[in-house]
């Protein structure tokens, strides 16, 4: 894992780990963000490692 955490990706994670399927628009409120925000928060946690897609 790359990059340093801040509070806001922090509480990104915790959500994500309490309901991973949970929606970005539910995400933006929660963490008060514009949902084009939390996508490229997103986007930057999986780029480097914190974040981990898989398909079955």
């Known amino acids: 894992m790359t990059g340093e955490l801040d ?7 915790a959500l994500l780990g ?3 399927r949970r929606s970005v628009a539910s ?3 929660a963490l ?7 996508q ?3 986007g930057r946690l999986e780029r480097d490692g914190w ?6």
């Open 27 to 29: 995400l933006a409120r």
């Open 18 to 20: 309490e309901n991973g």
């Open 7 to 13: 509070d806001t990706g922090r509480m990104l994670l």
């Open 40 to 42: 490229d928060r997103m």
């Open 51 to 56: 974040i981990e897609y898989i398909w079955s």
């Open 32 to 38: 008060n963000l514009s949902r084009t925000a939390v």
